[in-house]
């Protein structure tokens, strides 16, 4: 089941396969329905999951990922009718960033985030484990391990008492680091030095461009979501003027709301910069929706009032007419590429032209 057209769904499956790849799966098989909305009970419409669960047999495929957020009870029915694993999107994307969060805020937020998507459905995943370990039963037996539960407490209570706790332990954890980046922003601030933020959609090409701006070697992986911890790096204008550059996290469409929740402080990070560098990638098919989709989630971080510079890079991957279009579209954009260089001196002088500029203090000594 997919929203809007055709193109849409297959650009949006595109990305899945991406994602799914990117997370160390091979994939073998698409499948897309139209329909109104999703079935309440298998998310695909009845018929179609027999289609799917042939599919499945014929691929050999051990797992099914479905290109939205699945229901508790959607996941166990499609689970019971295909046979095999069933991931959604959302749980896809946790995944990915699991793995590949650094810093030690990005793995407490990540962490935060899964446990929240987890808490709901934990029914399944509680009634699973407790058959694992032998039935659960009321006060007491295997699992939890003894003293654990409270009287009269099921193991699926205990397990949920227990993400719960988890789950506001990690807050006030990452609380506690926040207060730490913000005194080190706030350094920053009194010391006048302009902050910008690069955002973009993933994959777009905002690492290489912090490279090809400060000389860093930050990492540059042919993956989605490369960058999840944000790197601040220090750059300069052509006429010596420093400032920060943050990398910020890659941006995808239906970002999981728990990862935006729990991504929060970093992407607020972003709305306190003087300038936003949104980078997309000129050579990808449908780089209007990626622009969209970034300016969608700077709303609600409140960074859509700030001045933002379009980049549009990648134009050594991009074919001369997309060029032309996308400059009618967005006369103001900088074309680069990060690549080979190009635009590199102008995309220079017009981050120089949008950076706040400091008041100037004129003390006149008289003799
Ligand atoms: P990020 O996820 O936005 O940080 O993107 P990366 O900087 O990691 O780049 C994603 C992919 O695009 C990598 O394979 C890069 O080598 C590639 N890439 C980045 N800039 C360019 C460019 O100017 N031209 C081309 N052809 N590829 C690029």
């Known amino acids: ?18 994602l799914a790849e990117t997370a160390g799966s091979q994939v073998l098989e698409g499948l897309i329905q139209r329909r109104n909305r999703p079935d309440p009970a298998t998310y695909i419409g009845r018929g179609k999951v027999d289609a799917l669960g042939s599919v499945v047999l014929s691929a050999g495929a051990d797992t099914v990922i479905c290109d939205g957020e699945l ?64 039935g659960s039963g009321r006060g007491g037996g295997a699992g939890g391990g003894v003293g654990v539960r409270g009287p009269g407490e099921t193991k699926l209570e205990t397990d949920r008492r227990r993400i719960r706790h988890r789950i506001s332990r990690l807050r006030r954890e990452i609380k506690a680091m926040r207060t730490v980046r913000e005194t080190k922003r706030a350094r920053r601030a009194r010391n006048a030095v302009p902050a910008v933020a ?19 070697g930050v990492l540059v992986e042919d993956a989605l979501f490369a960058t999840l911890d944000p790197t601040t790096r220090r750059a300069s204008t052509a006429d010596g003027r420093v400032y920060t550059l943050s990398d910020t996290v890659g941006f995808v469409r239906h970002l999981p709301h728990q990862i935006v ?23 990808h098919p449908d780089p209007q ?65 949008l950076l706040p500029r400091p008041a100037v203090e004129v003390r006149v000594v008289l003799p």
């Open 1 to 18: 089941w997919t929203e809007g057209t055709q193109t849409d769904a297959e650009n949006s499956l595109t990305e899945l396969a991406a």
């Open 71 to 134: 229901s508790p009870s959607q996941l166990r029915n499609l689970e019971q009718r295909t046979k095999v694993k069933v991931v959604d999107r959302t749980a896809l994307i946790l995944d990915i960033f699991a793995q590949h969060a650094k810093s030690k805020e990005g793995r407490a937020q990540v962490e935060l985030a899964q446990l929240e998507y987890l808490l709901p459905r934990l029914r399944g995943w509680g009634e699973t484990l407790s058959r694992q370990t032998g």
């Open 198 to 216: 690069i955002a973009g959609y993933t994959n777009a090409g905002k690492s290489s461009l912090l490279n090809r701006l400060t000389g860093a």
């Open 261 to 283: 929740e729990a991504f929060r402080s970093t992407l607020e990070e972003v709305a306190e910069a003087d300038l936003i560098v949104h980078v997309v990638d000129g050579a």
């Open 289 to 353: 929706e990626q622009v969209r989709a970034v300016r969608e989630v700077l709303g609600e971080v409140g960074a859509d009032r700030l001045p933002e510079l379009l980049v549009v890079n990648k134009i050594d991957a991009a074919d001369e007419e997309t060029l032309l279009r996308l400059k009618r579209l967005w006369p103001d954009a900088v074309f680069v590429s990060a690549h080979s260089g190009r635009g590199i001196d102008e995309l220079h002088v017009a981050i120089e032209r």
